[in-house]
């Protein structure tokens, strides 16, 4: 990491990939692993670090990684208690964070230059950012520092999303980055795209 970065990116890489059938992080994409285009995608917004969040298959997932990555004990919990797991150790690391997005590791299309305008607006603006593409919303996220007490209290499956009030919520258009694999058969139709 960053001697002092203003913003930590959480990549959510805690679930058992039920639907996929193993470890879907380390799923080929292009000349790598979903794992490692969300940890390069990642290093590409300036005064931001990665911190992987690893559950089920962390073992298997810490051999490939070569950035700071925490263990959430408490992953079957749901992505609820790994968002918080992972904003409790980056605030321990850096408590003077401007902002903390969540990334999940499964929406390949996110590009920097959207990671970097959401945590921009989100620090603007003082509010949550999430994205949107037509009628879906959610993650990637960018959580400013009024809302991390919010982040670090979350707790089992239920997401920010459904924790915060509407007049808490922007949202930042993003065509196609919400793109998301649950299944062989997604990753097989957006590596075609």
Sequence with gaps: MNAKPSTVILILAAGASVRFGGPKALARWGQGTLLSQAVATSRLVPNA????????????YESALDCEHISNPGWQQGMGASVAAGARAALARYPALDALVILPVDQPMVTSSHLEKIIHMATAEQHCIFTKDDEITGPPVAVPANYFLILTGL??????????????KLYCEATGMLADI?????LEKLQRL
């Design 182 to 186: 649950d299944t062989p058969q997604d």
């Design 49 to 60: 670090s990665p911190l992987v969040v690893l559950g089920a298959y962390a073992e298997i």
């Design 155 to 168: 707790t089992g499956d239920t997401g920010l999303k459904s924790t915060l009030s509407p007049e808490d």
